[in-house]
């Protein structure tokens, strides 16, 4: 099971609308000096990646959520975004080459395949993506803020 912490948007009907946080590959870019990919964060905008998830139990925003999704899942689902296009661009580009002869033509069939391919990988995510082995789900939730606010008895209010 993958895993991520998530922040909750919003909560209305048992659907919570969460923000999970941009993360890069290693952890170490506080450090600065391991890589360039701090670099390259500069250079592309802050993005959120907003996310639905059905929950019955009431969540408040601001509140903390680990959801969870399937290896397999994750693995299908990265599988056919990246092989099939992949894929289609090597066959329509062999296919036009075999049978008109020429790079230009072989260029213009991967163009083809590639497209081809990417019009049916998104017809195809959009049906798998009602499928229940392909929905984030809750694995725990963390305290509301706000809930552990206590003051001691004994001491002077501010």
Avoid at 20 to 33: F, I, M
Avoid at 47 to 74: C, F, M, N, W, Y
Avoid at 85 to 96: A, F, N, V
Avoid at 119 to 140: E, F, N, T, W
């Amino acid at each position: 099971m993958m895993k991520e912490w998530a922040t909750v948007v919003s909560w209305q009907q048992g659907v919570a609308l969460l923000r999970c946080d941009r993360k890069t590959g290693c952890g170490n870019c506080n450090a600065r000096s391991g890589c360039g990919v701090p670099a390259l964060n500069e250079l592309v905008p802050e993005t959120e990646h907003p996310l639905q998830v059905r929950i019955d139990q009431l969540l408040k925003p601001g509140q903390r959520v680990e959801v969870g999704i399937a290896e397999g899942s994750l693995l299908r689902s990265a599988m056919l975004v990246y092989l099939m296009p992949l894929l289609g661009m090597m066959l329509g580009g062999s296919l036009l080459q075999y049978w008109l002869g020429t790079d230009a033509f072989a260029a213009l069939g991967a163009l083809l395949g590639g497209g081809v391919a990417f019009m049916l990988v998104r017809s195809l995510a959009h049906r798998l993506g009602k499928q229940a082995d392909y929905q984030p789900i809750v694995l725990q939730i963390g305290i509301p803020p706000g809930a552990m606010d206590v003051q001691a008895e004994n001491s002077p209010l501010i």
